[in-house]
């Protein structure tokens, strides 16, 4: 700089300066050295500047950028975005903040596609952010994309949570209590990282639609949003809304493929009054939950089989062995009889999971629906009596003492059984049993709306009852381990005190 000052003017053949370089590589000194020069060049790839690669490596850079050059931060990339859309994307408050105090105009500029920064903060649900652009320029939260959006509808899109009441802390559940969660004994707190709506006075964003009709509602049953159609639904969205192809948000959310994520927004979206548009009842086309039944059932037939088939080996390979007469040598101890029982258990429910999946493909709809719902519950038990079997075994063949090892025994199976549990709850079920009463109630919702339900998706009722059983049976396993688990070591206790 000091000998050919001009050469920080020039770029390399594809046109990236050195002071995009050294921002790039986060080297304030050069950085420095380079801005002694107010001709320097602050060019980079696909029409960036070197303010685009500031926001994203260091705030000292920025604002060094800034004071050097103010009209850095109103200049577009080749697809439209400024560097406020960068730092948008980001997160980072504070440079988004230093951009704002120097080019507060920048929030208005939109990219190709339509989006401002206030749009990239809200795809990338940086609620911080947002909320640090709406104060600053309140009338950004009204800019509409090139597909009529606001940013509520790309909040929406992203599966994430609008809410009145501000940011809050993450309230912390401990493990016990996600489980009265899901099970309907305890009701959450409001969720994680929200939005000020109420605040902003931004609550009629909730239901105003796009080019295509559609509401933030209709963007969050889309993609299955349990949380986020939740609390669109605490906002007063409007369920009944049709969009420009005549469908409300019950029609989207019915539609989709997975069947977890169709279950759960239907079944929120139906307990909060939704309703269908309009449409011919005789052109309604059933969900291919069929199909699904199909394929999956051949999975899990090879599963069961091969659980019988290790819990009929276990049977007769029994810990301690047989003695000359062929009988079991612990055949007089209780805990081997529970092993045997348990064992036993498995191998019965796997067998009869088996028989219904074959009998599954060959008889009605209806009555394939019930035999595959019977058998998933049959597995989940044959699965967990066989893990019990395999400690009640392990815990005879060790005999008397041996305390700390067979704890450990005792311990490692219920832990890898409430883990497997919960995720199971979590991802796979549809919502609380609270809500499922509901649901299978005759008193909720609208009778037509049901009834297009069972039409177009015949397996919801099915599967809800499934779920509802399949965490009835969990509450009883937890029961059931904590009651062996509390009753075993106040019996050895008891025993080694003398009583």
């Given at each position: 700089?000091?000998?050919?000052?001009?050469?920080?003017?020039?770029?390399?053949?594809?046109?990236?300066?050195?002071?995009?370089?050294?921002?790039?590589?986060?080297?304030?000194?050069?950085?420095?050295?380079?801005?002694?020069?107010?001709?320097?060049?602050?060019?980079?790839?696909?029409?960036?500047?070197?303010?685009?690669?500031?926001?994203?490596?260091?705030?000292?850079?920025?604002?060094?950028?800034?004071?050097?050059?103010?009209?850095?931060?109103?200049?577009?990339?080749?697809?439209?975005?400024?560097?406020?859309?960068?730092?948008?994307?980001?997160?980072?408050?504070?440079?988004?903040?230093?951009?704002?105090?120097?080019?507060?105009?920048?929030?208005?500029?939109?990219?190709?596609?339509?989006?401002?920064?206030?749009?990239?903060?809200?795809?990338?649900?940086?609620?911080?952010?947002?909320?640090?652009?709406?104060?600053?320029?309140?009338?950004?939260?009204?800019?509409?994309?090139?597909?009529?959006?606001?940013?509520?509808?790309?909040?929406?899109?992203?599966?994430?949570?609008?809410a009145q009441h501000g940011r809050i802390k993450p309230p912390h559940y401990s493990f016990f209590q996600k489980i009265a969660i899901i099970y309907g004994l305890k009701k959450t707190?409001?969720?994680?990282?929200?939005?000020?709506?109420?605040?902003?006075?931004?609550?009629?964003?909730?239901?105003?639609?796009?080019?295509?009709?559609?509401?933030?509602?209709?963007?969050?049953?889309?993609?299955?949003?349990?949380?986020?159609?939740?609390?669109?639904?605490?906002?007063?969205?409007?369920?009944?809304?049709?969009?420009?192809?005549?469908?409300?948000?019950?029609?989207?959310?019915?539609?989709?493929?997975?069947?977890?994520?169709?279950?759960?927004?239907?079944?929120?979206?139906?307990?909060?009054?939704?309703?269908?548009?309009?449409?011919?009842?005789?052109?309604?086309?059933?969900?291919?939950?069929?199909?699904?039944?199909?394929?999956?059932?051949?999975?899990?037939?090879?599963?069961?089989?091969?659980?019988?088939?290790?819990?009929?080996?276990?049977?007769?390979?029994?810990?301690?062995?047989?003695?000359?007469?062929?009988?079991?040598?612990?055949?007089?101890?209780?805990?081997?009889?529970?092993?045997?029982?348990?064992?036993?258990?498995?191998?019965?429910?796997?067998?009869?999971?088996?028989?219904?999946?074959?009998?599954?493909?060959?008889?009605?709809?209806?009555?394939?629906?019930?035999?595959?719902?019977?058998?998933?519950?049959?597995?989940?038990?044959?699965?967990?009596?066989?893990?019990?079997?395999?400690?009640?075994?392990?815990?005879?063949?060790?005999?008397?003492?041996?305390?700390?090892?067979?704890?450990?025994?005792?311990?490692?199976?219920?832990?890898?059984?409430?883990?497997?549990?919960?995720?199971?709850?979590?991802?796979?079920?549809?919502?609380?049993?609270?809500?499922?009463?509901?649901?299978?109630?005759?008193?909720?919702?609208?009778?037509?709306?049901?009834?297009?339900?069972?039409?177009?998706?015949?397996?919801?009722?099915?599967?809800?009852?499934?779920?509802?059983?399949?965490?009835?049976?969990?509450?009883?396993?937890?029961?059931?381990?904590?009651?062996?688990?509390?009753?075993?070591?106040?019996?050895?206790?008891?025993?080694?005190?003398?009583?």
């Open positions: 700089m000091t000998i050919a000052p001009a050469l920080s003017a020039k770029g390399d053949t594809a046109s990236i300066s050195p002071l995009y370089l050294a921002v790039a590589r986060n080297s304030v000194g050069v950085v420095e050295a380079l801005l002694e020069n107010k001709q320097a060049s602050a060019s980079g790839p696909k029409k960036q500047n070197a303010l685009h690669a500031a926001v994203l490596r260091s705030s000292e850079i920025t604002t060094m950028l800034l004071n050097w050059r103010p009209q850095l931060a109103y200049e577009r990339d080749s697809s439209g975005s400024t560097p406020l859309h960068y730092a948008a994307s980001d997160g980072d408050v504070d440079v988004v903040q230093k951009i704002l105090d120097i080019a507060p105009l920048a929030v208005y500029i939109q990219d190709e596609e339509g989006s401002s920064p206030l749009h990239v903060a809200a795809r990338m649900c940086h609620y911080s952010t947002i909320d640090l652009i709406i104060n600053w320029c309140p009338d950004s939260s009204k800019l509409r994309d090139n597909q009529g959006r606001n940013f509520i509808h790309i909040v929406a899109q992203h599966g994430h949570i609008v707190a409001t969720f994680v990282e929200k939005l000020n709506l109420e605040g902003h006075g931004l609550k009629n964003l909730v239901n105003e639609r796009d080019n295509e009709g559609n509401t933030p509602l209709h963007c969050a049953s889309m993609i299955g949003s349990l949380r986020m159609i939740s609390e669109l639904i605490r906002e007063k969205a409007d369920t009944t809304v049709i969009n420009n192809e005549g469908k409300t948000a019950l029609d989207h959310s019915i539609s989709q493929d997975s069947v977890f994520l169709m279950a759960r927004s239907t079944i929120i979206l139906f307990v909060h009054g939704a309703t269908f548009g309009p449409q011919r009842q005789d052109k309604l086309k059933n969900w291919k939950d069929h199909e699904i039944i199909e394929r999956t059932s051949k999975n899990l037939i090879v599963v069961c089989i091969l659980i019988a088939t290790i819990a009929l080996s276990a049977a007769f390979n029994v810990p301690g062995s047989y003695n000359d007469d062929g009988l079991a040598n612990l055949r007089r101890r209780k805990t081997y009889n529970l092993f045997l029982v348990f064992d036993t258990l498995s191998m019965s429910a796997s067998v009869t999971a088996v028989m219904l999946l074959v009998v599954a493909k060959a008889v009605t709809e209806k009555g394939s629906r019930i035999c595959f719902g019977i058998s998933l519950i049959l597995l989940w038990i044959s699965l967990f009596t066989i893990e019990f079997a395999f400690v009640l075994g392990i815990s005879v063949a060790l005999g008397k003492g041996k305390m700390a090892t067979k704890s450990l025994l005792y311990i490692l199976p219920a832990v890898f059984f409430f883990f497997t549990a919960f995720i199971v709850n979590v991802l796979c079920l549809p919502t609380s049993l609270g809500t499922m009463h509901k649901v299978l109630s005759s008193k909720t919702g609208d009778r037509q709306t049901k009834r297009q339900i069972d039409i177009q998706f015949p397996t919801l009722t099915t599967y809800i009852r499934i779920s509802r059983w399949f965490m009835i049976l969990n509450l009883i396993f937890y029961v059931g381990i904590f009651g062996l688990l509390y009753g075993g070591s106040t019996y050895y206790k008891m025993k080694h005190d003398g009583f």
